[in-house]
């Protein structure tokens, strides 16, 4: 894992990692509230050199060893601070209800580097206990050590003697448990559980995030990302509006021309439009891309091959009732099944009459016909069932140049992916590529996932330039030798429409929605 995907995942989990720290800390405050106080306090003791006489009775002056002596003494006078001996006198000084060695065991000493001073910390249940012990435990030890030095009897005079330095005070707060140092802990010990409960989500989580997921799983590049915004999403009614904001409709674009691309020897005629499973966004896809191929000079025919669920028919607002099963079954004509859209350049063939045989009827002959037949005069798209729900898309990529596979974006499972391109390639379909669907649009989810920020902030000016002709457009004009009027309504009256080759779509006769201007 690298530092990038660790970032990552702190991100995804981002909220369980701050729950985990916070409980975390709490339990930590809490349990430090369950541990007994302790204080601690502190006395010091000296250990001086004892003053010579000569035989007159004169002081002798000191030398410079004396004080390595001092030195040398106050460390070999540690250990006693801990032995019985000392807790006896400790406890019969204090009179305390503790053993000896529980007090001997309670005291710590520790000589200060740079002069023969002795610190002794007692610790104990409350304040005015601890101080008395090491108050009384420097003089315990003191008497202690006196009486090593000179023997049972007291004779003589030892060349040093620890006396008291200093007294303890009574503590103001106990020394434990030290509660901020418990909240830490706790929240340090959440937080290694949320990173670890964070890398078992990833290592289980076969949901697909980012493009290079998808092409190491399934071999094909991801031909269109197409941003999480409200410009894909369809009225209560089924319709499905024009997408107005510069990124649903520039990412359109993107995925029209690389696919335009994808072959560029035999460039496809007739394409169809599926996902692994229900609710990924095919539809949706299918019918705008088949509109920003329209609009960029390419006579489109959308047909909608879902026999069991169609949504052609109420996405552009046309009758439904006939179409592509009767078309199919030869007891209507092309021009009778065909209609118009209400985009300029595009045709719709709806699903008609659901059949009681989806599959048989598109995956039969009369089938292949059919496309071959609209693939000489239009680009045709073909929004089909999901691959593992049903065999009607991988029975109809026989029928066309490749498919388009759509995943969703955080959702979409690497196994039903690879199982939907497998089933395409099974009976030996081409798949072009996948198209990434409702990719995280801010800017957090998108450092999060792994998504590429491809559109920003630019553009914005243009979403209401609804005038000017779409840049693609002019340029394919050229190359053809045509002009391209402006897209504003006043330049074209409502009833015109762009004449195709033929078949031509049915104008009469069952309702046909009326014809927009580009825009």
């Known amino acids: 894992m690298t530092i990038e995907d660790f970032l990552r995942m702190m991100l995804r989990n981002a909220l369980v990692l701050l729950v985990l720290t916070i409980v975390g800390a709490v339990a930590g405050l809490g349990l430090s509230f369950t541990r007994s106080p302790v204080y601690a306090a502190s006395a010091l003791g000296y250990v001086s050199a004892n003053t010579s006489t000569d035989e007159s009775g004169s002081p002798v002056a000191q030398s410079g060893g004396n004080m390595e002596l001092q030195y040398s003494k106050a ?21 305390l209800q503790q053993s000896p060695d529980s007090i001997a065991g309670s005291l710590q000493a520790t000589v200060d580097p740079n002069a023969p001073i002795i610190t002794v910390t007692a610790y104990a249940g409350s304040a005015e206990d601890a101080s008395a012990i090491a108050n009384s435990a420097v003089e315990a030890t003191a008497a202690e050590a006196l009486e ?19 007294t303890a005070l009574v503590p103001g707060g106990p020394a434990s448990p030290d509660r901020s140092r418990f909240l830490l802990a706790g929240a340090a010990l959440g937080l290694l559980l949320g990173l670890g409960l964070g890398w078992l989500r990833s290592r289980n ?45 520039e990412s359109m674009r993107k995925l029209r021309t690389n696919l335009r691309f994808v072959d560029v020897d035999s460039p496809p005629r007739s394409i169809v439009v599926t996902s692994s499973t229900a609710a990924e966004g095919k539809s949706t896809v299918a019918a705008n891309l088949a509109r920003v191929m329209a609009r960029a000079g390419q006579p489109t025919l959308l047909i909608d091959a879902d026999l069991r669920r169609p949504t052609v028919a109420a996405a552009f607002g046309v009758d439904g009732k006939v179409g592509l099963s ?47 037949e609209f693939s000489r005069s239009y680009f045709v798209i073909i929004d089909a069932p999901p691959l593992l729900a049903v065999t009607d898309a991988q029975l109809l990529s026989r029928q066309v140049d490749g498919a388009l596979v759509v995943a969703v974006s955080g959702r979409s499972r690497s196994d039903e992916l690879l199982r939907g391109v497998e089933a ?15 990719v995280p649009s801010s800017r957090l989810t998108r ?46 009256d409502s009833g015109q429409a762009r004449t195709t080759s033929t078949p031509v779509a049915r104008t009469s006769g069952r309702r046909r929605a009326d014809v927009e201007p580009d825009s």
């Open 75 to 95: 460390q070999s006078y540690l250990p006693l601070f801990r032995t019985r001996a000392v807790g006896e006198r400790v406890v019969e000084d204090l009179g």
């Open 205 to 249: 989580d076969s949901r697909l995030r980012t493009p290079e997921d998808i092409t190491a799983l399934v071999g094909v590049p991801v031909l269109g990302s197409l941003p999480d915004v409200k410009d894909f999403t369809r009225t209560k009614d089924g319709a499905l509006p024009e997408p107005e904001s510069f990124a649903a409709r």
């Open 326 to 372: 009767q078309l199919l079954a030869k007891s209507i004509s092309v021009e009778d099944a065909l209609q118009l859209s209400g985009t300029r350049g595009l045709t719709v063939l709806p699903a008609g009459h659901i059949p009681p045989n989806p599959s048989e009827l598109l995956g039969s002959r009369s089938m292949h016909e059919l496309v071959e």
């Open 424 to 438: 395409v390639r099974s009976i030996g379909g081409t798949v072009y590529g996948v198209v990434m669907n409702r």
């Open 447 to 492: 450092i999060a996932y792994g998504a590429s920020a491809e559109y920003g902030g630019y553009g914005k000016a243009y979403d209401k330039a609804a005038n000017i002709p779409e840049m693609d457009e002019i340029e394919i004009a050229a190359i053809d030798g045509r002009e391209v009027e402006s897209s504003a309504p006043s330049h074209l």
């Open 148 to 166: 090593l030095e000179t023997g049972a009897d007291g004779r003589g005079t030892p060349s040093v003697q620890l006396v008291p330095y200093q």
